[in-house]
């Protein structure tokens, strides 16, 4: 592998697992508040916690897949848990899969019809409909497509992350707003919010391991993958705790942020919005559907017409609602999963 392929191929796994992590939740701004930002001043040092898991982890993850040549999240499951036990947490995680697939459909819709002027079953449905395109063509076209589309969500999160700050009503550094008083949540926030995020990354950080020969791609991959991911939370969450409480009642916090900067570039944020949300949509829908299809061979379209339309479904139930009560819960059950990562010796 030359050099350039090397780096090319270390930016594709990066950029796909930075896709995979920032989706609808993390996009709008309603994951970082659920998370971190509502609070307070002890916000930064648990994305810094966040931050160091997703790079120390997300590449033990692709190690233990390289290693072991583990080609699915199921393989990976099974021996850190065992054969049964892997099993029942595979069939779990498929509900969760199934969960998000939901949330990233419903945020969809969301951006159609409030910003847009789409309806909001329309915008679901094209979304759906673009997804199974995409995801039919594997785990190389998932990642072309975040190859595109990831380095325009870097630069406008940096643009979202200088409007909010510049326009901020209130200290940012340390924010004044001063949270709940639940300490005891802040600092379980880090823990929760990875295990949730890496739990469904295994759909694609797990090929992308089993697929690189060479170990230090997985390194590079896995540092810069983790730290773009720690370094937009940071932004983000400073720009939103300059405008607490008022976010909180927003929909898409995000777009909140950059409404002094006109019209034409809000629309363009919003665009870029629904790229994020569907690079994650297509993760966690692959990672579904992959798993069914290995279980009934033969019908891969089937099985993936099947895994959106019930995201469809779930979808209904709206976005924040969605983000609030579902995340945590799934972030609450795959601790443990976390934890024997965390403990693994080998592969790393």
Known sequence: MSRRERWKTIGKIAFTYIGTMVGAGFATGQEILQFFTKYGTAAIA????????????????????HDTGAV????????????????????????????????????????????FGVPYQLGVLITALASFVVIRSGIEGIMTVNAWIVPLMLL????????????A????????????????????????????????????????GAAVEDRSVLRW???????????????CHLALSGHMPEVMR???????????????????FLLVIYC???????????GVASQLSSRYRGGESAVLAAVL????????????????????????????????IMLRRRAY
């Open 46 to 65: 648990s994305i810094l916690i966040a931050s160091w898991l997703f790079i120390w982890l997300g590449t033990k993850m692709m190690m233990l897949a």
């Open 72 to 115: 699915h999240y199921a393989e990976v499951n099974e021996l850190l848990l065992g054969k049964k036990v892997g099993a029942g947490f595979s069939a779990f995680m498929g509900v969760v899969l199934f969960g998000t697939t939901g949330v990233m459909l419903a945020g969809a819709g969301t951006v159609f019809s409030d910003h």
């Open 156 to 167: 406008f999160g940096s643009i979202v992350s200088a409007a909010g700050i510049a326009t």
């Open 169 to 208: 009503e209130r200290d940012i550094w340390p924010p004044s707003f001063s949270g709940n008083g639940e300490s005891w949540r802040l600092w379980m926030s880090p823990l929760l919010y990875t295990s949730f995020n890496l739990a469904l990354a295994q759909s694609v950080l797990v090929p992308a």
């Open 221 to 235: 991959a896995g540092f810069v993958g983790g730290a773009g991911i720690g370094l937009l939370l940071v932004g």
């Open 250 to 268: 927003m929909e898409i916090p995000t777009a909140y942020l950059i409404r002094s900067l006109g019209k034409p570039v809000q629309l363009l």
């Open 276 to 286: 994020e949300i569907f690079t994650t949509l297509v993760a966690d829908a692959y």
């Open 309 to 340: 339309g019930a995201g469809c479904i779930i979808g209904q139930l709206g976005f924040s609602t969605l983000v609030k009560h579902l995340y945590p819960l799934f972030g609450a059950v795959s601790v443990s999963w976390l934890i024997l």
